[in-house]
């Protein structure tokens, strides 16, 4: 009977430019490879010279025949309440996704099918990102068409009236509740703010012995040109060697560059950032070459995280990053973590608005123990004066000087301890850390998975104990509360999580 209902099925296959979506998806599959080139380094220029010449094409021949497979096998079909999926070449799979088990819908738009007015849809099922699947290549009008059957399946399983009306002006084109549009300086403000390509920069040491010819030819040409008179004017008054100028010159140049780069980036991923509320449904939508539009209902929010690094601090601007249901740490990979709804920056004004469209309280943060930086404190002083004191035997008085740091050290732990504070009221609990920044993480009460009180021996003998709260995107941890302080707002929080009646997914 299985076998005669497969055959009624009709199969649609998507359009043949999804094959510039495989290949993409094979670039990454093929660095596990790298081991193999391990061989070929070690080896002959004989051997180098037969892959270059066949292995290489015979590779990029391979890899282009998979993807034409890939495209070739993959196939859906679409039922009054279901959808259907085929796909692989060798391990061939079938996957039926029920509408209604359909947690999320997002559409895609990349810069190779905006042309073909092409897109992407994507399925979240169950709240897993163990079950997520994409289906590249098929016309807009379709992919809009299935993520309307799919929210309407859900609004025919629920019973209450007031969500149903709620769910159905997300469907229709109504005026949203609550909108927050980014222009292009604020989306350059944030590629400033978060500039993860400086990480980068160590990794040009290595290459050091290969750009000092280059620098070497660099300089000559250099000193023909008006620009070496600036920089020995800058190494006479500053009476310094001209290398140095040079070399803090070319990490400027460096630093500029790259966050340049993070810049252009950034007016990539986020260009024409729009954020829309309409019932209990977010949803953004940004992107230059791609866009993409991404969602997600209230109640399936896990934690809010409101962070403020030191670029932030002086553009007096802020990230928030939501984790939804399905997003979280549970299964580290780069998919996932995809899967967090970022706003990737707010001034003060919107982050009040956004709050309030959150239903997040103001903060009374309240500090913990100060044993918190007293401990640390001794311990680094310590350190510090024994060091100190063996290198001055060793080496002479002027080791002594190493005491300079205890201030230094003496600072940075008071800075980390003010830094410090959590809030509970009830509904939210929330722990602030943070040096020059802050991080701020808020967890629904309702949501926690697990709330456990630590001790170790020396916080015992103080008094002392953490308070770790495990919820759907990871764990929070409150440091250094005092036993009864911590005793108490456990039970709080359990008792919170046995009297939450909301939907959790």
Known sequence: ????????????????????????KTIP???????????????GETVRHF??????????????????????????????????????????????????????????????FRPFNLATLGLESAGSS???????????????????????????AKSDKQTL?????????????????????????????????????????????????VFEQSLAQLEASQWYSLFDWLSTNLAISIGVVLAVFAVLVGTTFLFGLSVILALFRFW??????????????????????????THKLQKVTLAQGLIAKCLKRYTVHISKAGGG???????????HFLVPVVDWLNWLLLRGELNMPAARWRRVHSFSWRFPFVVYSALICTLSAAFAIAFGPWALLGLLLLPLVFFISRRLWRQKGYFYNGEWLAWRKGFIGFSEQWLPVGKLQKVEV??????????????QALGADGKVILVCLPKAEALRLRDALLTGVVMYKKPWF
């Open 1 to 24: 009977m299985a076998s005669i209902e497969a055959e009624a099925l009709t199969w649609h296959r998507v359009s043949p430019i999804a094959t510039v979506y495989f290949a993409l």
């Open 51 to 112: 892959f270059f010449t066949w292995g290489f094409p015979a590779l990029i021949l391979l890899v282009l025949v998979g993807v034409v497979l890939h495209w070739w096998f993959f196939s859906f079909a679409i039922e009054e309440k279901r959808l259907t999926l085929r796909s692989g070449v060798l391990n061939r799979t079938r996957l039926s996704l029920d509408f209604e088990r359909v947690q999320q819908a997002d559409i895609a738009h990349p810069f190779y």
């Open 329 to 339: 740490v549970a299964v580290q990979t780069a998919q996932s973590q995809d899967k």
């Open 272 to 297: 024409n950032f729009e954020l829309t509320r309409v019932g209990e449904r977010y949803q953004s939508r940004a992107g230059l070459t791609t866009i993409r539009t991404r969602g997600f209902k």
């Open 130 to 156: 163990q079950q997520e699947v994409d289906i590249p290549g098929i016309p807009i009008a379709l992919a809009e068409s299935l993520r309307r059957d799919i929210l309407e399946q859900q609004l025919q």
């Open 165 to 213: 009306e709620s769910e159905t002006r997300t469907t229709q084109k109504t005026a949203p509740d609550y909108q927050l549009n980014l222009n292009a300086a604020e989306i350059v403000r944030y590629g400033l703010m978060h500039n993860s390509l400086l990480y980068l920069a160590p990794l040009a040491a290595p290459f050091g012995q290969y750009l000092g010819p």
């Open 29 to 43: 599959a093929l660095g596990h490879l790298w081991p193999a080139l391990i061989p070929l380094v070690a080896a």
């Open 454 to 467: 630590c001790e170790t021996p020396l916080k015992r003998w103080v008094g002392l104990c953490d308070l």
